[in-house]
Every structure is written in structure tokens, then in C-alpha cells.
């Protein structure tokens, strides 16, 4: 089946830095790649849309200066969460679809904890 | 809006029971229905979705779903369960084919010996 990597699998960072999260398509060629969040004992709600080549479409309530999403390949999306706060501390999962397919393949997720 | 219901919040069942996970949806249209697995620190895995056709989905590691049109319902079963099975369940819809999904709040499931 096809593969989602996410790295980190677990960050920790000051309150104030930046961190990027990157989200890798290993063995196919993901058109759309999806950013969810996940908080404790919550389920995955939805933060934005890539598809390559194009800029995301955030959500509502989503800030896209804070969570900056790039899809410049067909194979890697990234997340970057700038000025972190430890409000931004949770569960971060990318998916990725193959175009003209209609299932995602999600990541092992990205733990992120401000401090 | 569209939205999913899991009515059960925690689950337990002895081990070699059956199963059956609730999940409700709201939709003016038969959405694409899935139902994924997420274990402790791993990412979500499908078992199994529907898009069109038989009602019953067969699904991996022996998971089945239903789907009724008419009680708006995607539940999942397992006619026997495994220690193993323990893990956060979630139902998903999709209004459309690739299109992001919406989840339930999930549902834990306990397996007891």
C-alpha cells in the first residue's frame, strides 16, 4: 500500500521559534496532501489543503501566516508553525491523495510540544 | 454542514465478543464513508470504506461495515474480537472523491481478557 512519512515523529521547542514539519509521499506522487490537527482525546480536524504547485486553502479559524504550508513537489508538503506558542502544542497528520484516487493515505503524525 | 457522530465514547469488550462501533453521519447526499484505526503513537490505518454499491463493506484484519441509508448510519463489526483490536476508532466521511475528510470524535476501544 502506499506510504506517508512524517519527520519529526516528536518535537520540543522554545515558545517563540519556529518548526517545520515536512510530510513525504514515499511511493507515489500526491497531488493533494491534507493537514489535520489533533488534539488529546479529540479527533482530526482539518487545517488546510495543498495541492502542488499552488498555494493551500486554509480552513476557517485557521491562521495561514502562523501555519505555513508549501507543496512544492509532488512528493513533500510541508508545515511550518512560526512564532510558536504552547496553544499550537498537539497531534499534527498529513494525509496524501494520488490524483484522480479517491483515498488518502495518512502519516504516523507529529508531535509537537511548545514550551 | 456535514458532520459525523460516534455516539460511544469508550468501549469495552471481552476479548472473543463481538463488536459493533456506532457512527452516525449528517449528509443531504451519500457521502464516501470510511472508518480508520489509529493505535497509541501511530498514524490513522484504513480498514475500510464505501463509495457506492453493496452496503456491506468488507473490510481488513476481519472488520465489516454496514451502511443504511435510511438511519444515516456506517457502523462497523467484528464478530470476534483480539487483544489487539484495543486502539481509537474513527468514522470519516467525504462529500466528494478526494475531497478532505470529516471525522467523528472517535471511539476507544478496550479489549478485556
Known amino acids: 500500500g502506499a506510504v506517508v512519512s512524517q519527520h519529526p515523529s516528536r518535537v520540543i521547542c522554545k515558545s517563540g521559534t519556529s518548526v517545520k514539519i515536512e510530510c513525504r509521499s514515499l511511493d507515489f506522487q500526491a497531488t493533494t496532501m491534507f493537514w489535520y490537527r489533533q488534539f488529546p482525546k479529540q479527533s482530526l480536524m482539518l487545517m488546510a489543503t495543498s495541492n502542488e504547485g499552488s498555494k493551500a486553502t486554509y480552513e476557517q479559524g485557521v491562521e495561514k501566516d502562523k501555519f505555513l504550508i508549501n507543496h512544492a513537489s509532488l512528493t513533500l508538503s510541508t508545515l511550518t508553525v512560526t512564532s510558536a506558542h504552547p496553544e499550537d502544542s498537539s497531534f499534527y497528520i498529513c494525509?496524501?491523495?494520488?490524483?484522480?484516487?479517491?483515498?488518502?493515505?495518512f502519516g504516523p503524525g507529529t508531535r509537537l510540544t511548545v514550551l | 454542514a456535514q458532520s459525523v457522530t460516534q455516539p460511544d465514547i469508550h468501549i469495552t469488550v471481552s476479548e472473543g465478543a463481538s463488536l459493533e462501533l456506532r457512527c452516525n453521519y449528517s449528509y443531504g447526499a451519500t457521502p464516501y464513508l470510511f472508518w480508520y484505526v489509529q493505535s497509541p503513537g501511530q498514524g490513522l490505518q484504513l480498514l475500510l470504506k464505501?463509495?457506492?454499491?453493496?452496503?456491506l463493506v468488507q473490510g481488513i484484519k476481519g472488520f465489516e461495515a454496514e451502511f443504511k441509508r435510511s438511519q444515516s448510519s456506517f457502523n462497523l463489526r467484528k464478530p470476534s474480537v483480539h487483544w489487539s483490536d484495543a486502539a481509537e476508532y474513527f468514522c470519516a466521511v467525504a462529500p466528494q472523491a478526494g475531497t478532505a475528510l470529516i471525522f467523528g470524535k472517535g471511539t476507544t476501544l478496550s479489549v478485556s481478557s
Open positions: 464505501y463509495f457506492s454499491g453493496d452496503t
Open positions: 494525509s496524501a491523495r494520488l490524483g484522480g484516487q479517491d483515498t488518502q493515505y
